[in-house]
């Protein structure tokens, strides 16, 4: 098969043997990490279409480039889908990530210099909503809310005091840490008062809200909705945004996206993203619906065998994530590695009363039940991973003996849910001969 000429084909073939191997390792693994999630089998196809290796810059029917007439009856629809499942006005499928939407936001409504107010990077926030983030690219300064750990959300009269003090041109809402609503209810009457352009990142919920198991952001003073299309929304990797606004604003939003922060926006992943959507909108509401049962079963249990959960006092959560303080099992870090050795993936994370400091080695570990969800988790199996969780952390069994049990569990799980057709999960596709 080596031809002389092919003189790193070693190297590729190397890489290509890590990615196998890197399948099987999730294969093997129970995947809890909050922002990720895997595709539906039709999905998946979409990104191995022609359709990776072509341009279509601006907007359908307007493009600068020929070969894109095919390509504009795919985004006209993708862009349909989206208005269907999120009830309106306006979506743009461009954004090639959640960041990537936030940016083209962020150039729509702000000049630099200007301050913004944003939830704190302890309080849950984002990166790309901080200053060494794409707030601070766009040379931008940030007031964060304040926040209240016993309700693991932001404080509303903290954040209405705020507001009218610094009447910021665009409200920053939602996080990476998301296990409650954000209180835009309470807040509406100030934010309208002020006439702050109200911006709601749900790269995290957005598969909760196409769900209707979330919140309503465009129906409680949003008028924007930036996301991840590849968290609780189970797609390719890719952004969107949405709006219920004026035409004018909405304008602003698509100039922010081309030519404002992108050129071409990635076409196999657009297409992937509208298949997505139309699963969404017939298993999203079942899916979304199982992921926050699943997730508030396990920090029940979890709290019941001895872990401190936050967000007790509101049912530990109302969406895909827990956020548990290990402080007193080791740090986050320590627990972290020591489930990965045992096939459970999950990461540290922050907690509100965490230094920024700390990130390298938080209290806390973040979890989220949306992938689990997705093969098809229910309750019993979650009681039955929150002991195998208790029994390498508390009890502090062998690791190699729990690495085994872990793998066996996880083989119980050969199927994709919540899609169109059938199709086993971690699967390596080949096409090199
Ligand atoms: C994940 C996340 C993003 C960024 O998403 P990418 O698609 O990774 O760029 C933005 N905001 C929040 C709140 C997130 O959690």
Redesign the pocket.
């Known amino acids: 098969m080596l031809n002389k000429s092919d003189e790193f084909l070693e190297d590729a073939l190397f890489i290509r043997e890590l990615a196998m191997k890197h399948n099987k390792f999730f294969e093997e693994s129970i995947p809890l990490i909050a922002?990720e999630n895997i595709m539906s089998p039709m999905a998946m196809e979409m990104l191995l279409t022609d359709l990776g290796f072509r341009y279509a810059e601006g907007l359908p029917h307007k493009r600068y480039y020929q070969g894109n007439q095919i390509v504009d009856i795919i985004e006209d629809k993708v862009t349909d889908l989206g208005r269907a499942l999120f009830n309106a006005k306006y979506v743009d499928p461009r954004p090639l990530?959640?960041?990537?939407s936030?940016m083209a936001v962020l150039y729509a409504f702000t000049k630099p210099g200007d301050t913004i107010t944003t939830p704190a990077l302890s309080g849950g926030g984002?990166i790309?909503s901080a200053p060494f983030g794409a707030v601070g690219f766009r040379g931008l300064k940030t007031l964060n809310y304040p926040f209240d750990v016993d309700e693991m959300n932001i404080n509303v009269d903290g954040t209405i005091k705020l507001l009218k003090q610094a009447k910021p041109k665009l409200a920053w809402f939602?996080?990476?840490v998301f296990l409650f609503p954000t209180p835009l209810k309470e807040l509406r009457d100030t934010l309208e008062e002020i006439g702050s352009t109200v911006v709601y990142?749900a790269?995290?919920v957005l598969g909760l809200i196409g769900g209707k198991q979330f919140q309503d952001p465009l129906r409680e003073g949003a008028q924007i909705i930036t996301g991840?299309t590849h968290?609780t929304l189970p797609g390719p990797?890719h952004?969107i945004i949405i709006g219920e606004t004026t035409e004018e604003k909405w304008k602003k939003v698509q100039r922010g996206v081309f030519p404002g922060t992108l050129s071409n926006h990635h076409l196999n992943a657009m297409a992937a993203l509208g298949v997505t959507l139309a699963e969404h909108l017939d298993y999203g509401e079942a899916y979304a619906k199982q992921i926050i049962k699943n997730a508030q079963t396990l920090g029940s249990e979890l709290s019941k065998l001895g872990f401190n959960v936050l967000g007790e006092k509101n049912g530990f959560t109302k969406s895909h994530t827990l956020a548990i303080d290990v402080s007193k099992n080791g740090g986050g870090k320590e627990v972290a590695e020591k489930l990965e050795s045992c096939n459970i993936i999950l990461n540290k994370n922050l907690l509100p009363y965490d230094d920024n400091k700390k990130s390298m080695n938080p209290s806390g570990i973040r979890i989220g039940t949306q992938e689990v969800t997705r093969i098809g988790f229910k309750e019993a199996d979650i009681k039955e991973l929150a002991e195998l969780i208790s029994d390498i952390i508390i009890k502090k069994k062998d690791p190699e003996v729990m690495a085994e049990k872990v793998r066996d569990f996880k083989s119980t799980f050969n199927e994709v849910q919540y899609c169109f057709g059938k199709f086993k999960p971690y699967q390596y596709i080949e096409l090199f001969k």
């Open positions: 922002s990530s959640g960041t990537n936030n984002h790309s939602g996080q990476s990142d790269a995290h991840s968290k990797q952004g």
